[in-house]
């Protein structure tokens, strides 16, 4: 019989592995199995239930019930450290600005040289700095740390016409682009530009309206949830195409993002279950995204579609599209359809030079991850074995490895606990933003990270989760989980009040 490593059903299984489960974990923490076991039995039962424990491996729902405990409670030698060797112990409000230890020493210095052109603003031109002038015409905002605000997770606008606080709205209208991806609208492109240079019109302004939406619970109690719709409440420069699609998105935080890009891919193509052979209901599948540098389809990493290939393009891109910073990869000026933005003044031919670009990609590529807190506390512990028993760790995998990193050596062969098996997952219609982007579908979204989610306090002073923030904490972001993952929503609810938040605690000890 093989180790249950997600805890499932067959506790049997458990029941007969349990002595040799707890020999192999080399630090098993036996005082709190103990602690644990007298708190919730008595000795008697406790030294009943081992006696059978030895002697006899039968299935039997008395046994069942005492062996759920106490396989679940180990703390795993080094789980707190979730970036491997790209960890670092702060966890201050700065605890996502850190790079990761042991990078060559021109590294290190380029990494100070990337912070800075990652947190300046960038100016119109004509101006007198020519190292950072060229903003818009049109953008979303001066600078790439204006939504990732210290490195970290940006924000819905609190009120309607505030800008820049992480949101974006992705566009297109339905059909393919030459690319596979999505089809731009004819005037505004691809995404929503509500910022321009001088006295232009902003492409547009929107404003978000949310409305109350009630989750039951099993034992009766409820918790209101807050359903976004979007709306544009002025196009500057004409309508747009009639079926416009809109897919609104903030900022993530950035850690260890190199990390994720030196995953094997044949590791994480081993994850996907496309067609659901395993009959579980959940799939996973990769996407593929164009990828400029190859001229060819890559298998997609990052944003929250997986609609990004690699680093460097997720950051010529957004130098491009948030910011109206043009890039050897993305060399044309962002401009409204119908409109001459030849008569704008620019910052030259490529507005941030190959250079340059490449020391923001490093710094966007070796951002540390902050080590666990509380990982030892026993509500912490029993909430992470209630995250794999109910499921959550069949699309936030917590383990893996990376491969060999194509220029950083510190992010090769490392132990990883990203949460994540970085692929697609349809989520339902809750979350459904109707948008395709490549080979994600409307109701398809990447598996987010988890690492780093418990310091959104501590970092960026709010508690918003999922793709446009709606989540106003960390429950009401697993209560709108759905599709693929309706059923583990599903066991979480019927759980009791304690396991819930010891799952909750859980996740705010990443
Ligand atoms: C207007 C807000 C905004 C600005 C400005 C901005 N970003 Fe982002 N960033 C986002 C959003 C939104 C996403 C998610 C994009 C998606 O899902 O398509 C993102 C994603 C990313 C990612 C991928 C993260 C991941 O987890 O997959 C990186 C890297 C990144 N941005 C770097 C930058 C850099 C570098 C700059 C400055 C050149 C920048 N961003 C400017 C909003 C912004
Ligand atoms: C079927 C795959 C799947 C399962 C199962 C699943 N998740 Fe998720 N999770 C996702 C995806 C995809 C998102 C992003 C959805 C979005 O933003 O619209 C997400 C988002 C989240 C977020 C917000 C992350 C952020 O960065 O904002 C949290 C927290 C979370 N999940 C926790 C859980 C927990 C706890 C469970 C188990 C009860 C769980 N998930 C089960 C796929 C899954
Ligand atoms: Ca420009
Ligand atoms: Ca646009
Ligand atoms: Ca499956």
């Not at 180990?74 to 600005?97: C, K, M, Q, T, W």
């Not at 605000?149 to 309607?160: H, L, N, V």
Request: net charge negative; charged share 25%.
């Amino acid at each position: 019989m093989s180790h249950n490593p997600a805890g499932q059903k067959n506790w049997s299984v458990g029941l007969c592995n349990f002595p040799e489960d707890i020999f192999k974990q080399t630090s098993f923490d036996k005082e709190s199995l103990v602690r644990h076991l007298m708190t919730r039995f008595s000795l008697f039962t406790f030294l009943f239930a081992f006696q059978f424990l030895l002697f006899s491996c039968k299935k039997d729902e008395f046994m069942e019930e005492i062996i759920k405990e106490p396989r679940v409670l180990a703390v795993e030698p080094g789980e707190e450290i979730l970036g491997g060797r790209a960890s670092v112990i702060d966890i201050s409000p700065n605890a996502f600005g850190f790079q990761s230890p042991g990078l060559e020493e021109f590294d290190q210095l380029f990494f100070f040289v990337g912070n800075s052109f990652f947190n300046q603003n960038w100016v119109a031109s004509p101006a007198s700095t020519t190292a950072r002038d060229g903003l818009g015409p049109f953008f979303n905002a001066r600078t790439c740390a204006g939504c990732h605000f210290k490195d970290g997770r940006g924000r819905p606008p609190s009120f309607t016409g505030e800008k820049g606080t992480g949101l974006l709205l992705r566009a297109s209208v339905p059909g393919v682009s030459v690319y596979g991806g999505p089809k731009p609208d004819p005037t505004y492109g691809l995404q929503i530009q509500d910022q321009a240079v001088l006295d232009l019109d902003p492409e547009a302004n929107f404003k978000i309206v949310y409305a109350d939406k009630t989750e039951f619970y099993p034992d009766g109690t409820t918790t209101t949830l807050r359903d976004p719709m979007y709306e544009i409440t002025e196009f500057f420069y004409g309508a747009p195409a009639q079926d416009l699609l809109l897919s609104p998105r903030v900022a993530t935080q950035i850690i260890g993002l190199g990390l994720l890009d030196a995953i094997d891919e044949q590791t994480i193509l081993d994850l996907a279950d496309e067609q659901d052979l395993d009959g579980d209901g959940i799939s996973g599948k990769p996407n593929y995204v164009w990828d400029y540098a190859k001229n060819a389809l890559s298998l997609g990493r990052f944003g929250w579609k997986a609609n990004e290939p690699n680093i460097l393009q997720q950051v010529a891109d957004a130098f491009h599209g948030d910011m109206g910073i043009t890039s050897y990869l993305a060399p044309e000026e962002i401009c409204v359809g119908g409109f001459d933005c030849d008569e704008i003044p620019n910052g030259g031919d490529t507005e941030i030079d190959d250079d340059d670009l490449g020391k923001v990609e490093l710094y966007s590529s070796v951002l540390a991850v902050p080590i666990r807190r509380n990982w030892k506390n026993e509500e912490v512990l029993l909430g992470k074995a209630l995250f794999s028993e109910i499921g959550c760790n069949k699309c936030h995998v917590p383990k893996l490895k990376t491969g060999k990193h194509y220029r950083f050596d510190a992010l090769s062969d490392q132990t990883i606990r990203p949460y994540t098996d970085l692929l697609l997952h349809d989520m339902g219609p809750g979350l459904a933003d109707h948008r395709p982007d490549f080979r994600a579908n409307g109701q398809e979204w990447r598996t987010p990270p988890l690492w780093g989610i418990g310091l959104f306090q501590t970092v960026n002073d709010h508690t918003f989760y999922l793709h446009d923030g709606r989540a106003r904490n960390l429950e009401e972001a697993i209560l709108w989980h759905g599709g693929e993952a309706e059923a583990t929503k599903e066991a979480f609810k019927a759980l009791p009040l304690a396991e819930r938040e010891a799952i909750i605690d859980f996740l705010n000890s990443l």
